[in-house]
């Protein structure tokens, strides 16, 4: 059996409903969302990474399994060597998943 890792950034291009239900974070959007009293689940993650591609396809599991409780509570990502390299540097994210 073949297992397919692609980056999270390129599974999301290709298929945008795969990651509909995960919040992309980045340095614009994070303040905003994060720490306003609305519980969330956070990966930070980069594209190259082995684990974080095999995280992949649990993570967009994850956001679809919790779709129905948006208003309750974040599933989110952020890449922390693109967009949101100024978030993971800020609160010391130094090691992903």
């Known amino acids: 059996?073949?297992?397919m890792f692609l980056p999270l950034s390129l599974l999301a291009a290709l298929a945008p409903s795969v990651l509909a239900n995960v919040m992309i974070l980045d340095s614009k959007n994070f303040t905003e969302n994060?720490?306003?009293?609305?519980?969330?689940?956070v990966e930070f993650y980069v594209d190259w990474g082995t684990v974080c591609?095999?995280?992949a396809?649990?993570?967009?599991?994850?956001?679809?399994?919790?779709?129905?409780?948006?208003?309750?509570?974040?599933?989110?990502?952020?890449?922390?060597?693109?967009?949101?390299?100024?978030?993971?540097?800020?609160?010391?994210v130094t090691i992903w998943p």
């Open 53 to 55: 591609k095999g995280l």
């Open 1 to 3: 059996m073949h297992k």
């Open 57 to 92: 396809p649990t993570y967009a599991k994850l956001g679809e399994a919790f779709a129905h409780a948006k208003d309750k509570v974040i599933i989110a990502q952020v890449d922390a060597e693109g967009a949101g390299r100024k978030i993971s540097d800020k609160h010391g």
């Open 34 to 41: 994060i720490g306003q009293g609305k519980p969330a689940l």
